[in-house]
């Protein structure tokens, strides 16, 4: 069956610019999260959705959003974009929350200059 | 912060076990050990996870003591391939309120040929 799929996969933007990440959930998969990784911090959680509705979040500003439509599929925005922005972000799906673990995307490395 | 604690990096001879240790010795009851490796570039990869019984699958085995203070995860055969992160994360199994992974550093285990 197909994977997790995160497009685009690398994204170059400019400071201030706002962009929009897409993340497409193995089928049957209901919750999805979303993950920044950086050389500094690591892996760290921005924010998970089930069914539409937003279940966790992480410690991260405002700038940082998502939503997840009715067939799963989620997206995550960054408004304001920083150069500390540029990083990793990675998309986890699973069938209700992690029971048999995350199904992780591939990812989309931003780049903020 | 991460609950758990792993060496920052380990070496294993090609077609010999590799034995990761993690130390959590905060884990609470109703919490799983779970790993997972991140291969360089790609999204992090499941591998296992397990309360207190020690599991086993096609990829790997997870020892896990008595009072669940500590784990092992033991890759039988190491290869090249094998060459990751490896991250021990421990969470509950599922919850409504929705759960995150909190990776740690993780270690970097290089399989040598």
């Known amino acids: 069956k197909a994977g997790v799929t995160q497009t685009p996969r690398y994204l170059i933007k400019t400071r201030g610019q706002q962009v929009t990440l897409s993340c497409s959930p193995i089928?049957?998969?209901?919750?999805v999260s979303w993950y920044q990784q950086t050389p500094g911090q690591g892996l760290q959680f921005l924010f998970e959705?089930?069914?539409?509705?937003?279940?966790n979040k992480g410690n991260f500003p405002g700038r940082f959003s998502g939503r997840q439509f009715s067939n799963s599929r989620s997206e995550m925005n960054v408004s304001t974009l920083e150069l500390g922005d540029s990083a990793l972000y990675l998309c986890?799906?699973?069938?209700?929350?992690?029971?048999?673990?995350?199904?992780f995307g591939s990812g989309t490395r931003l780049t903020v200059v | 912060d991460a609950k758990t604690t792993q060496p920052t990096s380990m070496d294993c001879a090609e077609g010999r076990a590799a034995n990761l240790p993690c130390n959590h010795s905060?884990?609470?009851?109703?919490?799983?050990v779970y790993w997972y490796r991140q291969i360089h570039s790609q999204g992090p990869q499941y591998i296992i996870h397990?309360?207190?019984n020690n599991e086993t699958n096609e990829m790997a085995s997870l020892i896990i003591t008595e009072d669940r203070k500590s784990s092992t995860l033991i890759l039988p055969h190491a290869t090249l391939r094998d060459t990751a992160v490896y991250y021990c994360?421990?969470?509950?199994?599922?919850?409504?309120?929705?759960?995150?992974?909190?990776f740690g550093p993780g270690t970097r285990l290089s399989v040598l040929p």
């Open positions: 986890a799906s699973s069938l209700s929350g992690g029971v048999y673990g995350y199904t």
């Open positions: 089928s049957g998969h209901r919750s």
């Open positions: 959705y089930f069914s539409e509705t937003q279940r």
């Open positions: 905060t884990i609470s009851g109703n919490e799983y």
């Open positions: 397990g309360l207190k």
């Open positions: 994360i421990v969470r509950v199994e599922f919850s409504n309120y929705g759960q995150n992974f909190v």
